[in-house]
């Protein structure tokens, strides 16, 4: 649990001391899981401090639950960066992971200069591209340049078409070893943590007692040092489809749309805005003005 440090915004005034790299790695060797959501905004990102998440993850899945999109592959830099200040804005004490989208990182010329945006604009703790072995120079490029890097392998998005679609990573013993190899690759780069995604329970499990570095899942069981979910899909409010490992902890979308029929139904009836709503004005002022206007009317 995070310490009362007087700054920052919490619940009922309770504040919060942000997280950083050194409780992060910390964490693995005391066994504390870590909490990571994916926030796409301001509100949300509120949320999360207010609630005591850990890490909030700026991640480009929010092409889907903001932007409407089919995958993540639309999402841009100009894009990321737009989304990961309104989430730094949201909560400035909370550890803030941006998330770089398909193509940003494809050159460590590109990746070094499309994460120092995340750092410098969005003032994020660092950011996450994806890949293991194969990106493994761009990996080490970021971290030799000082820029705190975590990645991002199994389910891997930016590669979705290679895979035929969303399906689940290393279920054979050969695809289990190539998991493991780019998780080994991903911590000899000097990354601070990585992510699997869309992983068996044991494969994550196993994988995640070789390494020095936390890992953190999502679709990889409860053997992961850390766990993380979209704040859309855990509340309710991205219904389009939900994987199977998002647990609703809240439907916010039935909520939302009862208040908004409520709200069609006030308007039509003629019951919103009532006198409650409504802004007074003092009476004689009231008659002032009509005077002013019947005397308008015979100019």
Not at 104 to 125: G, P
Request: proline letters at 5%; glycine letters at 8%; aromatic letters at 8%.
């Amino acid at each position: 649990m995070r310490a009362d440090t007087g700054s920052g915004a919490g619940t009922a005034g309770q504040r919060v001391e942000k997280r950083t790299i050194l409780d992060i790695r910390a964490a693995k060797r005391t066994g504390e899981k870590i909490v990571y959501m994916s926030v796409p905004d301001y509100t949300s990102a509120r949320w999360a401090e207010m609630a005591g998440v850990d890490v909030a993850v700026v991640g480009d899945s929010l092409a889907m639950v903001a932007h409407g999109h089919a995958s993540t592959i639309p999402a841009t830099m100009d894009m990321m960066i737009l989304h990961a200040e309104a989430v730094r804005r949201g909560a400035p004490n909370t550890f803030v992971l941006g998330c770089m989208p398909y193509q940003s990182y494809s050159t460590v010329d590109r990746a070094l200069t499309n994460a120092a945006r995340f750092m410098q604009e969005a003032l994020c703790d660092a950011v996450k591209p994806q890949g293991g072995r194969s990106q493994a120079h761009i990996l080490k490029a970021l971290v030799d340049a000082g820029i705190p890097t975590a990645s991002h392998i199994g389910l891997t998005p930016h590669t979705i078409a290679t895979f035929g679609g969303f399906k689940i990573q290393g279920r054979t013993a050969e695809a289990a070893m190539k998991i493991l190899e780019d998780a080994l690759a991903i911590e000899d780069a000097g990354c601070f943590m990585l992510e699997f995604e869309a992983v068996p329970a044991p494969i994550a499990t196993l994988i995640s007692q070789q390494l020095t570095i936390p890992t953190i899942g999502i679709g990889a069981g409860p053997g992961c040092d850390g766990q993380i979910l979209l704040a859309y899909d855990l509340l309710g409010v991205f219904t389009d489809f939900k994987p199977k490992f998002t647990k609703r902890y809240a439907n916010l979308t039935d909520v939302a749309v009862a208040g908004i029929r409520r709200y069609v139904e006030e308007v039509k009836a003629a019951a919103f805005p009532d006198d409650d709503h409504s802004y007074r004005v003092d009476p004689g002022e009231y008659e002032r003005f009509l005077s002013l206007v019947e005397r308008r009317k015979q100019i």
